[in-house]
């Protein structure tokens, strides 16, 4: 006989390895249930599904206890995979893990390989591709942000914006085509400004999702957040405060950081890299030193910049020199923000009102006694998104297999548009729609020719 | 009396002729059963052949050898390019016939044609011996052997006509229906479905008054429709446009009530691209006039056939709403229109060579399978008779793919879609319609007419003659370059931009503003190029980068088209396809992936699955492990 291994029933640990309170061992497979009911008991019955049960799991052989847990049985196909799902929430301990996988597999399933149940999801259509590839993202997503943006795209967020631009290309594609298949009857012909701008609208919700795909680039590989400012400015206080722990070496004598010093955090659900740069002052050195070219290499590397100033005292001549270096190397090429540290020692109304003509936002802060800190946060926020375009509801997309065939089907409508422009051949016009519709079908789903005459009579009164 | 055929095709309309014909003239025994012999090639609905997309089947059916186009220069009188405005790929012929002549010289074909005996009778039943057809059953009491039978029985099976609520049993107005034939096929395991049609009322060409209503002249001078005829000589008559109006539509609305569609008594699916009358009224409320396009039917016949005006609605409201129109107010009904109902059979129940596949032997072409137009049919009648021929003389079959050519399209579709309504061609079905344009039905197919033995020599040699010369003229093109001097005065003409030295022919005609028959003319190269050759080469050069690239289209077509499914491969193995999927993958039976991915409610995903199944089936079926299958 001919069959698929589906038949097999697969185990893995599916909750992080590592420290926690709970773990989740899950099955999946036809014989998943039947494998559970030789190490657990109470037995689990039929009427058991979607319920979770609390019993004991044991060896099968000496029946001796491994541990207490709580186990749900989903019952095929209303379960994740598609198939019977067994979930086993066990005490976090990595020798119990082990036993109770163990035991399963003696007792025939199969260890899963790395994203199978996600896999079978898919083959038993539980999820199309678009949603699949989320639920690796949703897995990998480090971040809180990033985790929302795959959980938007697997709740079909993102497949119900690509459909609904399918469905504007496929009612352009009628007009096109119901014109070349239907002009015996006296079909009121469409209007071609009417199709341009309603192309272009297509176009531009494709830009805007295209758009999103930086930010989601941002979210999946990090921002890289920068810190100028002259020695002592309180950059390594800073530094410490936005990541909460102690880590670079806060001191009183200027040029303490002698080094570059990156660190890992999260900021309003954003994975970021902070690079505390040496003092500005070593900074312009290394200009001087290493060419304005590398050191501008260095700067445009990073998605946002932090311009650090006391706010208690006037702007001396460091502070002028990153003024300068602001004008000249950052501005419009990274976004930067203009942090006024020190708050608790005072406020100097020249330096404020010298800093704005930067014209970039302000925000002042104490390090020391952590004032203002959110709202800094806040800000690296905003700035991100206004960079982005994007609102934070938005859909993002972050896999690099959608945005290739968006590109593909954007290049298709600006052909559509600018054969329509010249008087292109009707014939032409709409095999580059169909391309368009093709393209995006890679992504969720095709649209037939079928469909297309479909919306044709459902719009026209054709036919003699 | 003792009768014995190769080939027996039930059936005298336009499927049957190019079936019977086929199966003739590629040397086999055949007889044609029709239930009157002065009907054959009768034109039911409107006078007319060709149309956009038909046209294309049309010149593909005369470049495989087939009859149509022949039949409908020689009845035809009034010749009209379509879609002219457009692009060449959906330039599409059509020619308005003389009926009663039409049917006269089909005929006369058949009736001369060596091989093939007319037999005025219907075939009732079949009779089926280890799964193949040995016999056909005529008027229910002789048997005849055969080694094939192919049914092209139109709309006679258990035809049913409606004209409000009235109705009765017919095959076609005033002619008997067929029956028993489908119950014996439902005996033998196939699926029956039931379809609707209509047609509108005709009317007696003296009591309209043609000067309210707009001519349509046919093109002069008139193109004809086979590769094979030089010119046409009949006179040529215009069709006229008039239009309904809200007077009209509101004496079709107050016949609702005693329509046979509106009140439920036919069942059957009518097709959409072709509503009645009061379907587009009641669906289209807000349009304010409909277009109805008078058809003559011919020189002797004074009927006039009102297209666009099919109803099924009772007699007096037909006379109201029609007199209602600007041109009809004294309008005399010879015939009133008519809805009929009429048996099919889901067309997944054949093959792609139109053969079922239940029983070997058996053939399905036209209305049968679904279909609507006479175009359709021919196409189907011919294939059909190609391929029983080809089977019988143990040939392999001829199966046209998607990329080559109109039939293919229809073909494959009828067996990979679930048909809800009349099936009718439109170019949008077709994928690579850049390549398949009218024009070059001949140099896409004739070479297979040839191979086959069914189109004449000369025909064959006739293309051989325009492949050369448009490949000539290529060369010409690309070799030959034009002399500011030549070329400078058609640029002034065409607002094209002057040219200062001399440039390739070729690289000028990428211009869109000049054409290749100016530009031959400005050059005094002009060597007696043919419409057709100038049209060829002129799309050739103009769109070069979309036909590449519509070539790598087919070549990915063709890889999806070679991965084969095997006939017994089963799909409710594969737990992991939709059961939708698995349902309408064992129903149809797709001859490859490319056909798997083109059946309604099978998806990407469930074509992923297969090819990974196929994969490994093929893997398992190595001689290794032959026993574990």
């Not at chain 1, 001396?316 to 300068?324: K, S, W």
């Not at chain 2, 006269?104 to 074909?109: F, K």
């Not at chain 2, 003296?206 to 002069?220: A, G, K, N, T, V």
């Not at chain 2, 446009?241 to 009209?248: A, L, M």
Request: aromatic share 6%; glycine share 6%; with cysteine.
């Amino acid at each position: 006989m001919f069959s698929y291994s589906n038949d097999d029933t697969i185990v893995a640990l599916s909750t992080p390895p590592g420290k926690g309170a709970i773990a989740i061992v899950r099955m999946s497979g036809s014989r998943a249930l039947a494998i559970l009911n030789e190490i657990f008991s109470p037995p689990l019955a039929e009427d058991h599904n979607r319920k979770a049960v609390t019993g004991s799991v044991h060896h099968r052989d000496s029946q001796k206890v491994i541990d207490e847990c709580v186990v749900i049985y989903y019952q095929s196909p209303r379960s994740y995979t598609g198939e019977d799902v067994i979930e086993i929430s066990c005490h976090c301990n990595p020798i119990i893990i082990d036993q109770i996988i163990q035991q399963t597999v003696s007792g025939g399933a199969r260890v899963a390989q790395p994203g199978e149940f996600t896999k079978r999801a898919f083959l038993n259509h539980k999820m199309d591709l678009s949603q699949a590839e989320a639920v690796a993202a949703v897995i990998a997503a480090k971040t809180r942000a990033g985790l929302a943006c795959s959980l938007r795209q697997l709740d079909g967020s993102f497949s119900q914006l690509i459909t609904e631009i399918q469905q504007e290309i496929l009612n352009l594609a009628s007009l096109i085509e119901a014109n070349l298949d239907f002009n015996e009857e006296d079909l009121q012909v469409y209007e071609k400004p009417e199709i341009l701008s309603r192309a272009q609208e297509v176009v531009n919700k494709i830009d805007k999702l295209l758009h999103t795909y930086d930010y989601g680039r941002l979210l999946k590989e990090g921002v890289k957040l920068l810190l100028l400012g002259k020695p002592n400015v309180g950059k390594s206080s800073l530094l410490n405060v936005l990541v909460e722990k102690e880590r670079a070496i806060v001191s009183e004598l200027p040029g303490t950081t002698r080094d570059y010093i990156e660190e890992f955090t999260q900021i309003e659900g954003f994975p970021i890299q902070i690079v505390d740069t040496a003092g500005i002052r070593e900074t312009l050195d290394m200009i001087e030193e290493m060419g304005v070219k590398r050191a501008l290499k260095h700067i445009e590397s990073s998605d946002l910049i932090l311009a650090i100033f006391e706010i208690h005292r006037p702007l001396d001549a460091d502070d002028l020199h990153l003024i300068h270096y602001l004008n000249r190397y950052v501005q419009k090429k990274v976004p930067f923000l203009v942090i006024l540290n020190k708050s608790d020692l005072g406020t100097d109304h020249h330096t404020i009102e010298s800093l704005k003509e930067l014209r970039s936002p302000i925000v002042e802060v104490s390090a020391r006694t952590g004032r203002n800190i959110e709202l800094l946060k806040q800000q690296i926020k905003n700035s991100l998104l206004i960079d982005s375009g994007l609102e934070e509801e938005s859909v993002v997309v972050t896999n690099a297999r959608h945005k290739q065939a968006l590109d593909k089907a954007r290049h298709a409508l600006k052909n559509f548009r600018r054969g329509m422009q010249s008087g292109m051949d009707e014939v032409v016009l709409a095999s580059e729609l169909r391309s368009a519709l093709d393209y995006l079908g890679e992504i969720i789903g095709e649209v037939s020719s079928e469909d297309l005459l479909n919306y044709i009579f459902s719009q026209f009164c054709v036919g003699k | 009396m003792n009768r014995n055929y190769d080939v027996i095709v039930a059936g005298g309309g336009h499927a049957g002729i190019e079936a019977a014909l086929a199966t003739a003239r590629l040397g086999l025994r055949t007889a044609l059963v029709t239930l009157r012999i002065d009907t054959i090639g009768k034109m039911s609905c409107n006078p007319a052949i060709g149309g956009l997309a038909k046209g294309h089947l049309v010149r593909e059916i005369d470049a495989l050898g087939g009859e149509m186009a022949k039949l409908t220069d020689r009845a035809g009188i009034h010749f009209k390019i379509l879609n002219k405005s457009k692009g060449p790929a959906v330039w599409s012929p059509r020619a308005q016939a003389d009926r009663l002549q039409y049917s006269r010289i089909a005929r006369q074909v058949v009736l001369s044609q060596p091989n093939l005996e007319v037999i005025s009778a219907s075939v009732n039943g079949l009779k089926v011996t280890d799964g193949k057809v040995v016999a056909a059953l005529l008027n229910r009491d002789e048997w005849i052997p055969c080694r094939a039978l192919i049914l092209t029985c139109g709309t006679f099976l258990n035809g049913r006509i409606y004209i409000g609520l009235n109705s009765f049993s017919s095959g076609r107005a005033g002619e008997m229906p067929v029956r028993g034939l489908t119950e014996a096929l439902v005996e033998l395991g196939f699926i029956s479905g039931r379809l609707k049609t209509g047609t509108p009322p005709r009317v007696h060409r003296d009591s309209l008054d043609y000067r309210q209503m707009e001519e349509q002249p046919p093109d002069r001078p008139p193109v004809p429709f086979s590769f094979q005829t030089d010119t046409l000589s009949q006179e040529q008559l215009s069709c006229h446009i008039t239009h309904t109006n809200q007077q009209t539509h509101e004496f079709l609305r107050m016949g609702l009530d005693r329509s046979p569609m509106y009140t439920g008594l036919i069942s059957g699916v009518g097709p959409r691209y072709c509503p009645s009358i009061e379907d587009k009224v009641v669906r289209f409320s807000d349009k304010e006039r409909h277009q109805l396009f008078l058809e003559p039917d011919g020189f002797d016949n004074p009927e006039v056939y009102v297209n666009g005006f099919a109803t099924s609605l009772p007699e007096d409201i037909q006379y109201k709403a029609l007199r209602s129109v600007a041109g009809m107010e004294r309008a005399h009904i010879i015939r009133l229109g008519y809805a009929v109902e009429y048996d099919f059979f889901p067309s997944y129940q054949i093959q792609h060579t139109l053969e079922t596949k239940n029983i070997a032997g058996l053939y399905f072409a036209g209305q049968i399978n679904g279909t609507s137009g006479y175009e359709e049919a021919a196409a189907q009648g011919l294939m059909a008779g190609i391929n029983a021929a080809l089977k019988l003389q143990d040939q392999p079959p001829l199966i046209l793919d998607r990329s080559r050519a109109y039939i293919g399209v229809l073909i494959d579709d009828l067996i990979s879609k679930t048909i809800l309504e009349p099936y009718r061609m439109f170019t949008s079905r077709a994928e690579f319609r850049l390549l398949l344009r009218h024009d070059n039905a001949d140099l896409r197919l004739m070479e297979t007419g040839k191979e086959i033995r069914l189109l004449p020599d000369a025909a064959y040699r006739r293309m051989l003659n325009k492949r050369q010369k448009i490949e000539q003229l290529l060369e010409h093109t690309a070799r030959t370059s034009i002399s500011p001097q030549r070329f400078n005065e058609l640029a002034k003409k065409t607002n094209s931009s002057f040219i200062t030295q001399s440039v390739p022919m070729r690289q000028l005609m990428r211009r869109p503003e000049i054409s290749l028959k100016d530009l031959l003319e400005a050059a005094e190269l002009d060597d007696g190029y043919s419409h057709d050759e100038l049209v060829h080469v002129e799309f050739v050069i103009k769109y070069e980068g979309y036909l590449k690239r519509q070539a790598e289209l087919v070549e990915k077509f063709k890889k999806m088209e070679h991965q084969s499914i095997p006939a017994e491969f089963n799909y409710h193995t594969v737990s992991s396809l939709s059961s939708e999927a698995r349902e309408k993958l064992s129903k149809i039976r797709p001859a490859s992936l490319g056909q798997a991915s083109r059946i309604a409610g099978v998806r990407h995903g469930d074509i992923t699955v297969l090819l990974i199944y196929l994969e490994k089936y093929f893997r398992s079926q190595e001689p290794v492990s032959r026993e574990t299958l």
